[in-house]
């Protein structure tokens, strides 16, 4: 059964371990414009909708591996300073 987990703006840079099949929610902090989606594993996570600006973006894990998901804030100015970043472990679900 797949489990929906969430990372909120408390935790950047952080590490979420997923199962295979998990949904996952990131919600980094609040702010004019939304958050871009600048990089994610697609080969072990699939983007649910676009990267384009929003409040939060959701993931499907459709593999094992590992890779980071960042984030920045949309607008014409920001830095890698602003990144908002978590790395991502999927592992095997072994509940059968």
């Given at each position: 059964?797949?489990?929906?987990?969430?990372v909120?703006?408390?935790?950047?840079?952080?590490?979420?371990?997923?199962?295979?099949?998990?949904?996952?929610?990131?919600?980094?902090?609040?702010?004019?414009?939304?958050?871009?989606?600048?990089?994610?594993?697609?080969?072990?996570?699939?983007?649910?909708?676009?990267?384009?600006?929003?409040?939060?973006?959701?993931?499907?894990?459709?593999a094992?591996?590992?890779?980071r998901?960042?984030?920045?804030?949309?607008?014409?100015?920001?830095?890698?300073?602003?990144?908002?970043?978590?790395?991502?472990?999927?592992?095997?679900?072994?509940?059968?």
């Open positions: 059964m797949p489990h929906l987990r969430q909120g703006p408390g935790r950047p840079d952080g590490e979420v371990v997923l199962r295979y099949g998990d949904r996952l929610k990131v919600t980094p902090p609040g702010g004019m414009g939304g958050w871009r989606v600048t990089e994610y594993p697609a080969d072990i996570l699939r983007l649910d909708g676009s990267g384009a600006a929003a409040t939060s973006h959701s993931f499907d894990a459709i094992v591996g590992q890779g998901i960042s984030l920045v804030p949309a607008g014409p100015s920001f830095s890698a300073v602003d990144a908002f970043t978590i790395r991502i472990r999927v592992l095997r679900d072994n509940v059968q």
